[in-house]
């Protein structure tokens, strides 16, 4: 058994079909607290996320522990180890890096040149992350239409196609696609979503091109002179941390393809190759600290608190997703299994993903997704060859949910962790945001949802 499999720790059939749903309710209850709280209580939240991730970690955990001892703790032990520590790791270097790289000058303004912005954003994304790519870009960006009076379509649309369509295409791109990674998935599988993407982001592209032209031209109009409407030349300060990204990219490689045995940590086989591809992430995060002067970092406005969030955060998530993904992995021999039954077609799994990544947040749908299709067609093997064959035999319905994952975390401000970064960043620059329902009624529902349905309409034609 390959020991990336999450299949020794949680996905044992037994279990999964012995355990109840009252089991799953912490995963709720976290991912809840996640989409609810910070718009109720934006202070509440931000004074206490850590005691409430640790809150619904411990409501699962210790009655976990008492009902089924060293094999609950093996359990836990496997996921921090295998999943949960590997996903910091790439998240941390890749923020760490992003954090030392300032686009200087000022862009053009005109709906052309905001329309190739997003367009280059989106065409990065896959590589540099959506946290890592809408760092870099959405102060300049915002900067180079201080001068507009309308600016709300600006930020959406970057969070639809930068923070989100954009990441779709590697594991660097997107959480949900390295934990896909992780379970065996290879790097350059999701290139199988190129013909969704490009349709996906030509459409949303062209429909932003339509709306900043008539802003455009209305606010031409009435003032045809502004000073803020030059562009000044542009200048990547930070230039080194290239450099870093192209390692975190070797690395991730070397693992996919690089088979070094196994080592035992705390009784959890692990592949060494993953162990020396985080070291490598690591190392460089660390270099692009060290030497990356302190002046471009603040002109970033960098912190470790997203970060930091994100990490305590998924800690509870992936602690108190352990159950679901048992009983996921049991198929319809768990207790979610008449739910299952209703899901047959990649469009099913499509919308299905989508529409939970639409309110909690992508990178566990992903995964809760990835095991209920393991657990339908290949309940009771073993995860590498459950893997191995779905990626044969079931392509369809995994891009269904790879995509559903990705593009739906575009729907509302909590799909995607960058989509409420870059919102902060908005109203901090006097963006007049919409709120959670009027971001969904005026925009996401209007435009993306229409897309989507072009995108359901492409699945039947993968095989």
């Excluded at 509440?44 to 619904?56: G, R």
């Excluded at 299709?373 to 995994?398: D, I, K, M, T, W």
């Excluded at 949802?449 to 039947?460: E, K, M, Q, W």
């Amino acid at each position: 058994m390959h020991p990336d499999s999450l299949a020794a720790a949680v996905a044992h059939p037994a279990l999964g079909a012995q355990l109840s749903l009252g089991w799953v309710l912490p995963f709720v209850g976290i991912l809840l607290s996640i989409a609810l709280l910070p718009v109720l209580s934006h202070r509440f939240w931000h004074e206490h996320y850590a005691k409430v991730s640790l809150f619904w970690a411990a409501a699962f955990a210790i009655p976990f522990l008492v009902e089924t001892g060293d094999q609950g703790l093996h359990e836990i032990l496997h996921i921090y180890l295998a999943d949960y520590l590997p996903f910091v790791v790439l998240l941390w270097g890749l923020f760490t890096v992003a954090g030392g790289i300032v686009l200087r000058g000022l862009l053009p303004s005109t709906p052309g040149a905001n329309t190739l912005v997003l367009a280059a954003g989106t065409a990065l994304a896959s590589w540099m992350g959506t946290t890592g790519i809408s760092m870099l870009l959405i102060r300049p960006f915002l900067r180079a239409n201080a001068w507009r009076k309308e600016k709300v379509h600006l930020v959406v649309f970057f969070i639809f196609l930068v923070a989100n369509i954009g990441g779709s295409l590697t594991p660097l791109g997107d959480p949900p696609l390295f934990l896909g990674f992780l379970h065996g998935v290879p790097f350059f599988w999701n290139f199988h979503l190129l013909p969704l993407t490009l349709v996906a982001a030509g459409i949303v592209l062209l429909v932003f091109y339509v709306i900043d032209s008539r802003h455009y031209a209305r606010e031409l109009f009435e003032s045809p002179s502004p000073a803020q409407m030059r562009a000044a030349p542009l200048r990547l300060d930070g230039g080194a941390n290239l450099v870093f990204f192209a390692g975190i990219l070797g690395a991730v490689l070397l693992s996919g393809m690089w088979k070094a045995g196994t080592i035992t940590i705390l009784g959890v086989e692990l592949p060494r190759e993953n162990l020396v591809r985080d070291t490598l992430i690591l190392t460089m995060g660390a270099l692009s600290f060290r030497f990356t002067p302190e002046e471009l970092r603040q002109a970033n406005e960098f912190s470790w608190e997203p970060i930091r969030e994100v990490a305590i955060l998924f800690a509870g998530i992936f602690m108190t997703i352990i159950p679901a993904l048992a009983i996921l992995k049991a198929g319809q021999h768990g207790a979610l299994g008449p739910f299952l039954r209703l899901l047959d077609s990649p469009a099913h799994y499509f919308w299905a993903s989508g529409g939970l990544s639409s309110f909690l947040d992508n990178a566990p749908t992903y995964l809760a997704f990835f095991h209920s299709l393991l657990g339908r067609f290949y309940p009771g093997l073993p995860e590498p060859q459950a893997v191995s064959r779905l990626l044969a035999e079931h392509a369809p319905h995994l891009v269904a949910v790879a995509a559903g994952s990705v593009f739906m975390g575009a729907n509302t401000y909590i799909g995607n962790a960058p989509n409420f970064m870059v919102r902060s960043i908005a109203i901090e620059a006097g963006v007049k945001m919409p709120s959670f329902l009027g971001y969904m009624l005026r925009w996401s529902i209007p435009i993306l949802i229409p897309t989507f349905f072009i995108v359901t309409g492409l699945l039947s034609l993968y095989r």
